[in-house]
């Protein structure tokens, strides 16, 4: 285990990176997708699972984490990576999304009416009831640092708040509130790195945020690569939800985000087209949930990437490059999903018949087997606009 973090661009293509970086735990090619291991898990997968569909980085989440099964016990056993047997390099987020979005409780009455209790966002953190059973928690940046600090990944969060659509007064205000807490992440950081015995060191990114206004933006990303930080993210509810979107945001503020360092995109990639456009966006890591959400509930890629014209292109004949197993058509189909797939699904032979007949019958096979898949054409795609960047650039 080295105690390093480091990062280095190898090659560039119009706004497309190629790189690597070196965690802890091991070294990451850049661009790449991270599967998504909300509870130290991902979904429906094992470990080597998740190695075997090529998966370099996994992303485990704070706000769950904490509430169950707790940092404190994590950390007993020995960090995330040797309580989940990954023995590879992590990220966690801050939690920031989730205590806004997760963190409010609703409880049923005797009379059948929910009882609300929202979250509370001030100036020093943010209060909030638990999704499993309402009780009452409070984060802070410093919190948060703790909290990540004890699940022991690589690359960590600044905690922030992730800016909702209430209009542009509402998102200078988060964004203030945001480069508040980072400078305090910072802070504790800073300071539990320097207690540290064995425990390795962690990478801290700050996050961008500002919603959908350039000038807010620019103001942000501003401010976080004045903190000279190993790496900075960007996020919000303007990452993520729509591909052109996402470019808008980015192109804002290309132009002052720094080469040197690995800029995260944070809760991108519904699709392998959305991963491409993340790709050529200039992302060097991003994550999403889609690829075996997607695949639970009958969803899987289909398609291959395209190099042929001016940049890379992902074509599928599918509408979100996407088939629907659950389909009648497919009851019959002795074909694989995809035959040009490299994946563990189709190299065995799986047939879309037999995929159709475990979704309806509900077979948990069904969702180790789709969520391998899904993952597999996430990572793949990923990988081959990098081989074309290193290619190219």
Known sequence: MTKTFSYKLLA???N??????????GEVATPVFMPVGTVGSVKAMSPEDVRMAGGEIVLGNTYHLYLRPGDGLVREMGGLQEFMRWQGPMLTDSGGYQVSSLGLFREESKEKLAKVKPTKIDEDGVTFWSHLDGSEHRFTPEKSIEIQENLGADVIMAFDEATPDRGREYAREAMQRTHNWLVRSKKRWEEMEEEKGEWWPQA????????????LRRESVEFVVKQDLPGMAIGGGSIGQDAAET????SWIRSQLPSDKPVYLMGVGKSPSEAVAAVLSGADMFDCVAPTRIARMGGLYVGELE???????FASEHEHDRMNIDNRRFANDRGVIDDKCDCYTCRQGFSRAYLHHLFRSHELLYYRLASIHNTRVMIRTVGQVRAWVMEQG
């Open 12 to 14: 560039k293509k119009g």
């Open 16 to 25: 497309a990176k190629a790189g690597v970086m070196q965690t802890p735990h």
């Open 204 to 215: 801290l990114f700050g996050i961008v945020q500002g919603g959908g206004y350039e000038d």
């Open 247 to 250: 470019e808008e945001n980015v």
């Open 307 to 313: 190099v042929g014209g001016m940049t890379p292109k």
